[in-house]
């Protein structure tokens, strides 16, 4: 005369990265695509929109920096490509009440200025196996990327200034004044600028 009683799930819903952070932190509480940071970054943290099998493994993850030719020819999980070096990941430590996975990278020590993509493998699933889907297909077992830039390099400073109505570094009475210089570079940009700064206080750098 007891009543017999079956609980259970129906889970469609694929499973996504909604996060990638950084520790050290860049400043804004995620690494976002195409960022670029000059901070000493040690560990990745990676947080999925529900609780996923997979997390814990270092399988699950492939963290990739571009070779001499400045390029990240590798765009899934598995072989590399191009000239492209992978970089340890120690241990994936997985938090279930956060569905984040914090990976601890090349024995602690920080990464060094270059470009890097994070892969997270489309083999990791939710509790019900659906498979990783992040292009939004529907169809499942998508590779996750996240490229982002490390630059702790200043740019020069600029080098060869001259001027046609003054010399450097003597007072003149003359009001007007041209000067030409060439721009700053960055080594990592490639990018090339300048800034100026006309007063009146002889202290101004």
Excluded: K, M
């Amino acid at each position: 005369g007891d009543d017999f009683a079956r609980s259970f799930r129906v889970d469609l819903a694929r499973p996504t990265v909604t996060l990638v952070h950084s520790l050290a932190d860049t400043g804004d509480g995620s690494l976002g695509e195409n960022e670029a940071t000059n901070v000493a970054i040690t560990e990745l943290l990676v947080t999925f929109s529900e609780e996923v099998l997979g997390g814990d493994s270092t399988a699950s993850f492939l963290l990739v920096e571009g070779g001499g030719d400045g390029v990240l020819a590798t765009t899934a999980c598995g072989p590399l490509a191009g000239d492209d070096a992978s970089v340890d990941i120690d241990s994936a430590v997985y938090a279930s009440l956060t569905s984040t996975s914090t990976l601890a990278l090349s024995g602690g020590a920080a990464l060094a200025d270059g470009t890097y993509r994070l892969l997270v493998c489309g083999t990791v699933t939710d509790l019900g196996g659906n498979a990783l889907d992040d292009d939004d297909d529907g169809d499942g077992n998508d590779d996750f990327a996240r490229t982002f830039t490390v630059d702790t390099v200043p740019p020069t400073n600029p080098t060869a200034i001259s001027s046609s109505t003054h010399v450097l570094g003597a007072w003149s009475s003359v009001t007007g004044f041209a000067a030409q210089w060439s721009g700053a570079t960055d080594d990592r940009s490639g990018l090339a600028g300048y800034s100026v700064v006309i007063d009146g206080n002889p202290t101004t750098a």
